[in-house]
């Protein structure tokens, strides 16, 4: 059982999250906050409103994880820097999404492997190199990955769009 916070706690978290993102609500698409609102509700486990302890260890306790340290756990609850409520829930993901690299690193990086320059990479190389270096890609992955990645019409990944994807989403997705 969880203690619930007081109000003045929860007035505190509501103006702490307000003050770290005042336009949280505008980050995200209406359908968007609707599977946040989903998503905490299926943490906050006695419905108070408050996600804490005893509501993560049980969230993971239905996913099949019974025994999560309670440092790992008190280390999730620091990162709301008090009661996490919907709008500290929010904020902390627009933190977490918008943790993404900027465009123009991730551009960089695909450079490296467009020497001439046009744009794309070869998407056979770039399989391979998925394959076998550094964080190693499942054949799964990879072909996930492609199944969402643009391509040109000789097959070579227009990593440009690409990037356009990873930092500012899909728009084919809604």
């Known amino acids: ?9 929860k007035v505190a978290a509501t ?22 609102k989903e998503a905490f509700s ?7 409103g408050i996600i804490c302890k005893a509501d993560l260890r049980e969230t993971y306790s239905q996913l099949g994880k019974v025994s999560v340290p309670e440092e790992e756990l008190d280390a999730m609850l620091q ?13 902390l993901f627009g933190e977490k999404l918008n943790g993404t690299d900027p ?7 695909f450079r490296m492997f467009d020497p001439s320059g ?19 890609f499942s054949p799964a992955e990879v072909e996930q990955m492609f199944a ?3 391509m040109d019409l000789a097959g070579n990944i227009d990593y440009k769009s690409l990037c356009y994807i990873i930092t500012h989403g899909d728009e084919k997705e809604e």
């Open 79 to 91: 990162e709301g820097k008090g009661p996490i409520n919907f709008t500290v829930f929010l904020t």
């Open 1 to 9: 059982m969880c203690r619930k916070a007081g109000t003045r706690g």
């Open 148 to 150: 969402l990645t643009p």
């Open 15 to 36: 103006k702490q999250a307000q003050r770290g993102s005042s336009n949280v609500f505008s980050m995200f698409e209406q359908a968007q906050i609707q599977e946040f």
């Open 42 to 48: 299926c943490i906050d486990q006695n419905r108070d």
């Open 118 to 136: 046009k744009g794309v990479v070869n998407k056979e190389e770039f399989k391979q190199l998925l394959l076998t270096q550094a964080d190693k």
């Open 103 to 109: 465009e123009e690193a991730i551009l960089s990086a």
